[in-house]
Structure formats: structure tokens, C-alpha cells
């Protein structure tokens, strides 16, 4: 049932018989509808850019598995199951980016850099999704050769290009959890902190995976297995990154998962390290941080004197407040 095809016209191709293919499908389809269970009863407010993230990606994981059965099956209408597997690729790419970026300004401050990744994201969202749409629907629907050449390249680029995406902000969560580990002492603080660099240095693995498949050309298996990825990276970011909001919110803090914001921690990590400084077994961390700080700093803190902080505070709560306080320094180094 597949045609020969050519270099510029791939061949369409049913599965065959490749149940490897068609189990990448289902499992993906699996972790999908598992997610969505997830996110609906972890999230109490149903709002906010890592929720609505989650959800467009998972919806993009779905959508995408049902167009590509669709298609290879060749169950019609063809152009539903091309409009579903189109739309979910743009959704399940941007949107598992913006489920990285949503928490991104938990353990990065620095503006500049966050709107570095946030204008990628879109303006990449906006050439890539918009030219793969025109030449992959120019190729499918018209005789001329000319998209099909355009359309092989361009698959080539746009894999490479989201790649590259992904790689930066992977990296960027890599880069400051090792600085992190460097500072940080509490066994709790450090697990999760090395548990999300491992899964990031796992998303890098596997996009990596996925470029090399496509630039062997094992288009099909590329595809099919591209689903199956991206339902497993976004199982692993809900987990790793609700454990990361716990960790730099208060113990006592009612704000919800979806709340927090990076306005909003830079100010209780100050309050904290106004806490720490009464603390004598973090003397010496205070003083480094008043080095980091500057003079402005230093007269901030010598406002407040030790009477001033309460005593009565559970070793809990302490070494919460003082994972915090390394977290502000770490943020501080610039």
C-alpha cells in the first residue's frame, strides 16, 4: 500500500506491521490521558502560564497521536487526521517550551535572560510553525515539486532550530542547579536540586535521540517516537518542577502552585536571610552574602538586630528558611 515516492516526495507509509511504531502511539496517548488526571487534581486554580502550558502541550501530545493513526491508517477523512496531527505538533513543541519557561524564574532572576528565552520561544513559535504548516499542506495537496523540496529542508531546520531551543533552556536549569548543589547542604534541598539537573540532562539526551533519527532519515520512526518523548518529558516536568515550588515557598505558605510568581520570591528570600543572620550556625554564610551584596546591603541588614527575630522556630522551618537563604545568594552571583 506505499508508494515509491522520491528524494523530495517521501513515501506515504502505513505501519506495516511495525508494532514498535504503533506502541509508541498508544503509550503516548497513555501518559497523555494520565497526565490530565495529574494536572486536574494538582492544580486547585486553573489558571496561570504553567497550567494552561501543561495543558495546551498534553492536549498537543493527544492530538498529534490521533492525527498520525489517522493518517498512516489512512482512515477518512485524510485532512482531519492532518489538521489534528499538524496542530498537535505545534502545540506539543511550543507548549512543552513554555511548561519549562513557566518556572524558569524560580531558580533565574535575571531579566534580561528570561526575556531572552520567553522572545525565542514566540518568535520561533511564529516562522517555524507558520512555514512547516504552508509547505507540509503545499506538499500533501498540490503536484508541485517545489514544496516538497522546500518542505525537506525545511523539516530539517525547524527539528534542528527547536532543538537548539530546548538545549537553552534545559541548559539554563542545568547551569543553576550546579551552582546550587555548590552551596547547598540540607540532604531534602539537595535531592531535588540534583533530581532536576538529571532530568534535564535527560530532556537534553532525548532531543538529541530525536535529531539524530531525523537526520538518518527514519522519518517514521522519528515521528512516532517523538510523541512518546515529549509525554514522557512533560510527566517528568510536572514532577520535578511542583517539588521545586515547594521548595522555595515557606513551609506555612498557602500559595498555590499555580500562584507563584518570580515577583513574588526575591522578597521572601530577603525577609528569610533578615531571619538567618540571628542564626550563629549560618554566620559565616551571611557574612559571604553581605560581601556579595555590597554596602547597601550591609546597612539594610544592620537595621534589623538579632532581638528583633523571633527564637521560637522549629529546626523545619529553619532549614527551610535557610534554603532559601542559599538560593538568594546563588541568585545574587551574577
Known amino acids: 500500500m506505499s508508494d515509491e515516492g522520491s528524494k523530495w516526495r517521501p513515501p506515504r507509509v502505513v505501519f506495516e506491521g511495525k508494532y514498535d511504531a504503533t506502541s509508541s502511539l498508544a503509550l503516548a496517548l497513555y501518559n497523555s490521558i494520565e497526565q490530565i488526571l495529574l494536572i486536574a487534581t494538582t492544580f486547585k486554580k486553573w489558571k496561570g502560564l504553567y497550567f494552561v502550558s501543561l495543558v495546551v502541550a498534553t492536549y498537543g501530545v493527544i492530538s498529534y497521536s490521533v492525527g498520525l493513526i489517522l493518517e498512516y491508517f489512512e482512515v477518512p477523512p485524510y485532512l482531519f487526521g492532518k489538521i489534528l496531527d499538524t496542530s498537535g505538533w505545534c502545540f506539543m513543541i511550543t507548549g512543552q517550551s513554555l511548561v519549562l519557561y513557566s518556572r524558569l524564574n524560580l ?26 504548516i504552508l509547505v507540509d499542506f ?111 515557598r515557606s513551609p506555612n505558605d498557602p500559595t498555590l502552585l499555580n500562584e507563584i510568581d518570580g515577583t513574588t520570591m526575591p522578597g521572601r528570600a530577603q525577609r528569610a536571610l533578615r531571619r538567618e543572620i540571628s542564626t550563629p550556625s549560618l554566620k559565616p554564610v551571611c557574612d559571604h552574602v553581605e560581601h556579595g551584596y ?41
Open 294 to 334: 555590597g554596602n547597601s546591603s550591609q546597612d539594610a541588614l544592620a537595621d534589623r538586630s538579632p532581638s528583633q527575630v523571633s527564637n521560637s522556630q522549629s529546626s523545619r522551618t529553619t532549614g527551610r528558611e535557610s534554603d532559601i537563604l542559599y538560593a538568594d545568594m546563588v541568585r545574587s552571583i551574577k
Open 138 to 248: 503545499g506538499t500533501t495537496y498540490t503536484d508541485d515539486v517545489g514544496f516538497a523540496k522546500c518542505f525537506w529542508y525545511l523539516e530539517h531546520v525547524q527539528m534542528t532550530i527547536f532543538c537548539i531551543q530546548e538545549f537553552i533552556i534545559s541548559g539554563l536549569y542545568v547551569w543553576r542547579t550546579s551552582a546550587f548543589l555548590k552551596v547547598v547542604s540540607k540532604t531534602s534541598t539537595r535531592n531535588i536540586m540534583s533530581q532536576l539537573f538529571t532530568i534535564n540532562v535527560i530532556l537534553i539526551v532525548m532531543d538529541i535521540a530525536l535529531l539524530f533519527m531525523q537526520y538518518k532519515h527514519w522519518r517514521i520512526y522519528q515521528t512516532v517516537t517523538k510523541a512518546f518523548i515529549y509525554s514522557v518529558k512533560l510527566k517528568l516536568e510536572l514532577n520535578i518542577l511542583s517539588k521545586l515550588v515547594d521548595l522555595v
Open 107 to 132: 531558580i533565574l532572576v535575571n531579566e534580561k535572560i528570561l526575556a531572552g528565552v520567553k522572545w525565542m520561544i514566540i518568535c520561533n513559535a511564529i516562522v517555524w510553525h507558520s512555514s512547516i
